[in-house]
Nanobody, 125 residues
């Protein structure tokens, strides 16, 4: 059983930056990739990006390229999401998720087997 715990959310002014963290534990050797998603009130959960655990290769939603950066620290079993130039539209609950196998539909939440509880990011204008 993989456990995921996000942290680092909070209230930030537009234009600022934030780094979210995701701590993984319990069977992390099974993880193929880690994804970040977000969900704003009244909206569906949407894909932000993904990082392959072993290689560090990253994939981003087209609309997230440039301001979002995913990285990982394998030794600490940590994954990070750096968000720069924050906008009010970035206000959402951000989730990390673990995928245990390779997939081409990595932007689909259903392929991820484990999820964290989420961390709230609120951007004030």
């Amino acid at each position: 059983q993989v456990q995921l715990v996000e942290s680092g959310g909070g209230l930030v002014q537009a234009g600022g930056s934030l780094r979210l963290s995701c701590a993984a534990s319990g069977g992390t050797f099974r993880i193929y990739a880690m994804g970040w998603f977000r969900q704003a009130p009244g909206k569906e959960r949407e894909f932000v990006g993904r990082i392959v655990w072993s290689s560090g290769r990253t994939y981003y939603a087209d609309s997230r390229k440039g301001r979002f950066t995913i990285s990982r620290d394998n030794a600490k079993n940590m994954v990070y999401l750096q968000i720069d130039s924050l906008k009010s539209d970035d206000t959402a609950v951000y989730y990390c998720a673990a995928d245990l196998s390779y997939t081409t539909i990595y932007n689909n939440p259903s392929v991820y087997e484990y999820w964290g509880q989420g961390t709230q990011v609120t951007v004030s204008s």
